[in-house]
T-cell receptor, first 111, second 113 residues
Framework: DAKTTQPPSMDCAEGRAANLPCNHSTISGNEYVYWYRQIHSQGPQYIIHGLKNNETNEMASLIITEDRKSSTLILPHATLRDTAVYYCIVRDLADTDKLIFGTGTRLQVFP | GAGVSQSPRYKVAKRGQDVALRCDPISGHVSLFWYQQALGQGPEFLTYFQNEAQLDKSGLPSDRFFAERPEGSVSTLKIQRTQQEDSAVYLC???????????FGSGTRLTVV
């Protein structure tokens, strides 16, 4: 079973920041937080991952709370092409590497 | 190629027919995964290979499902005696190292009629 909880859907205006929350209250010390997204009719796409510290790359920023029980993915300037399902996943690298997906958050970016 | 390639892109099978789905991972990627995605759901893990070794097949739903990767590169997912509940998108992913993000293919959409 997925170890994360996400809202089923969110809306965001084009050009505004999209903040996608994720709860992972049972996360253990060895588990990373990963974010993927899936645009319609495509396979999931890796966005970003982190352990404790906040992370930023060309796609997004990841903010992890100090207790690591929740995180937020931030798309700083959402575009229509960011409309997708966003999955938050916790993963222990000591396991067999498999990702366990939940149902994700469907983000709709509108003009 | 630059990405993970899956074929066919679409497959329609009559109930009871056997199907074979192919995955060409990124060259040199050691890890290969198969996932099944039903409509409106997140991908569900089926099986995992490290090179040619199938290290985890705990997600295969029944003994009608079989996966292989004989030379540690191309993989085939075979479904025997297909049933309507097998209708889904089958996704393949590969990675160079477990700590990095996976690269997924676009999937094969299987429809059993």
């Amino acid at each position: 079973d997925a170890k994360t909880t996400q809202p089923p859907s969110m809306d965001c205006a084009e050009g505004r920041a999209a903040n996608l929350p994720c709860n992972h209250s049972t996360i253990s010390g060895n588990e990373y937080v990963y974010w993927y997204r899936q645009i319609h009719s495509q396979g999931p796409q890796y966005i970003i991952h982190g352990l404790k510290n906040n992370e930023t790359n060309e796609m997004a920023s990841l903010i992890i709370t100090e207790d690591r029980k929740s995180s937020t993915l931030i798309l700083p300037h959402a575009t229509l092409r960011d409309t997708a399902v966003y999955y938050c996943i916790v993963r222990d690298l000591a396991d067999t590497d498999k990702l366990i997906f939940g149902t994700g958050t469907r983000l709709q970016v509108f003009p | 190629g630059a990405g993970v390639s899956q074929s066919p892109r679409y497959k329609v099978a009559k109930r009871g027919q056997d199907v074979a789905l192919r995955c060409d991972p990124i060259s040199g990627h050691v890890s290969l995964f198969w996932y099944q995605q039903a409509l409106g759901q997140g991908p569900e893990f089926l099986t995992y290979f490290q090179n040619e070794a199938q290290l985890d097949k705990s997600g295969l739903p029944s003994d009608r499902f079989f996966a292989e990767r004989p030379e540690g590169s191309v993989s085939t997912l075979k479904i025997q005696r297909t049933q309507q509940e097998d209708s889904a998108v089958y996704l393949c992913a590969s990675s160079l190292r477990g700590s990095l993000g996976y690269t997924f293919g676009s999937g094969t959409r299987l429809t059993v009629v």
